[in-house]
């Protein structure tokens, strides 16, 4: 009874944007390199 902070602690659902965003760092250089990728692909096909 007299631990009342650790109820409320362990009931909070995470966040999912605190979830994702340690992965940020890893992630947006990939999609970007994919991106880049994938536009000189279209140019060279349409050229």
């Known amino acids: 009874m007299s631990n009342h902070h650790a109820a409320a602690s362990t009931d909070a659902p995470q966040d999912p944007v605190e979830a994702v965003v340690p992965l940020i760092p890893f ?21």
């Open 27 to 47: 992630v947006l250089p990939i999609v970007g390199g994919l991106l880049i990728f994938l536009l000189a692909f279209i140019a060279v096909t349409m050229a």
